[in-house]
């Protein structure tokens, strides 16, 4: 058994984002929380250790609903492009001639690295050798949600892909703890898989009882030539008429929707993932979060990978979501507050997986999760409330970091794994010279 004494604690319980507990303390061992409180009132045995942070916040683990972990590699790689180009003449092809086992170990370790650095306790991820993903996760002490990534490649192997994915899943639950790797099923998108693939990703998955990750309504471009191609249907329709648009769906960015729209994801349940940064940076769209928050729509926050961002730090994406959703249909100040941020981040990004009962929040029973946040530095001073500091300062830093009661940060310090550079070098001269030579052919 531990305790955290910390200067603010923010529970989060059932989502609320407003209580803020001064002098708060959280007891605690690997199996979960058992305590919280403020420190005066809970009751402490003597032989508890207890570890007081003087200028800190404590706050539940963060959740990056949304990412690519491996193509952390491919930071800087290409910027200042469209969505589309983007992935046409810059990811696609590079993922081609790269992608294998060593490289997506090697990409995720350096993602997890920033991620668990930045306060990240839970990850979704979409990728492809989601085995590999999972391993490396489990080993180095962070959960994650992941599947191997279903695309179409018109080879004719999209439903032995399908099988593959569905094959992985049980080997998830056979192989890995399931605690640290939640199994799920990544569908990248409508474009990207036909109709009669999506059916039977959602047949699968109302039989495994899982849940469907996939990008929708990432750019005007994506939704106009889709509804050029499938008889003006929209996405979102074909998401319906296949049985994928329901509570178990996960959807990321979601930045191109009319009223109507809006509402059939408050009417069907279905979640939204916020990525504001890699939205702002490919020029994709804003996501309306306030208005669907506003009819119930349940919206996390995710950080996309790290070549359309270009990090992987949620106090950077509550940030941006926090002043990007004052902007929305002609300016609101008073949209997405800081507080609805760091919800989005914590609870919301629970909500989304499905796993509210055990993380998400600081309270007695779930996991042990958390994150110590200094406020310390003059460029955070003063403080009047420690969530507005943490979200609009630019000194808040993540000093400590637990997950499932174990220490994983201590102060910034990442523990259990070190980033080998001389690797990353050789891959970014490889990546060097692959680029080189397609930008001497094109
Ligand atoms: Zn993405």
């Not at 959280?26 to 403020?38: L, P, S, Y």
């Not at 979060?289 to 950080?303: H, I, K, P, R």
């Not at 070549?307 to 949209?335: P, R, Y």
Request: charged letters at 25%; a negative charge; one cysteine or more.
């Amino acid at each position: 058994m531990k305790a955290i004494r910390a200067k603010w604690l923010v529970p989060m319980t059932d989502g609320d984002c407003d209580t803020i507990i001064e002098d708060g303390v959280v007891i605690f061992d690997t199996e979960c929380i058992k305590a919280v409180g403020k420190f005066s009132d809970v009751q402490i045995e003597s032989y508890v250790p207890i570890q007081h942070f003087e200028n800190h916040v404590l706050v539940p683990g963060l959740i990056n609903s949304h990412t690519h972990a491996a193509m952390s590699l491919l930071r800087g790689y290409g910027d200042d492009m469209s969505l589309h180009q983007w992935l046409h003449d810059c990811v696609w092809p590079v993922e081609k001639e790269f992608v294998g086992p060593d490289y997506v170990k090697l990409g995720t370790e350096l993602a997890i690295y920033e991620m668990l650095r930045t306060g990240t306790t839970t990850f979704m991820d979409q990728y492809f050798h989601a085995d590999v993903t999972a391993h490396v996760a489990e080993t180095v002490g962070i959960r994650v949600a992941c599947g191997e990534s279903i695309l179409d490649f018109q080879d004719g192997r999209l439903h032995a892909k399908i099988d593959s994915a569905i094959d992985q899943l049980t080997l998830f639950s056979q192989r890995h703890d399931s605690r640290y790797v939640i199994p799920i099923l990544n569908t990248h998108a409508c474009y990207t898989v036909p109709e009669d693939g999506l059916e039977r990703v959602s047949q699968e998955a109302k039989e495994l009882g899982c849940r469907v990750h996939i990008h929708l309504h990432e750019s005007k471009h994506e939704c106009d030539s889709y509804s050029d191609t499938h008889q003006g249907k929209s996405a979102l329709e074909t998401l319906i008429e296949c049985g994928l648009f329901n509570d178990r769906l996960m959807a990321a960015h979601c930045v191109q929707l009319s009223e109507t729209e809006r509402r059939l994801f408050a009417q069907y349940g279905v979640n939204v993932i916020h990525c504001p940064k890699s939205n702002l940076k490919l020029a994709s769209g804003i996501c309306p979060v306030q208005a669907l928050l506003d009819l119930g729509v349940n919206v996390s926050l995710g950080t996309d990978g790290a070549c359309s961002n270009n990090g992987l730090s949620m106090l950077s994406e509550m940030q941006f979501a926090a002043l990007v959703g004052k902007s929305v249909n002609g300016g609101d100040s008073t949209a997405v507050s800081c507080h609805t941020a760091l919800r989005m981040a914590t609870w919301n990004g629970a909500v989304t997986l499905g796993m509210s009962d055990r993380i998400g929040s600081i309270e007695p029973g779930k996991w042990a999760d958390f994150v110590a946040i200094d406020l310390s530095s003059p460029d955070c001073l003063p403080v009047f409330d420690p969530i507005s500091s943490l979200v609009y300062s630019t000194g808040a830093r993540v000093s400590d970091v637990w997950v499932g009661g174990e220490r994983r940060v201590r102060d910034g310090d990442v523990l259990a794994m070190r980033i080998d550079r001389s690797e990353i070098e050789r891959i970014t001269d490889r990546l060097k010279a692959f680029k080189a030579k397609r930008e001497n052919r094109l």
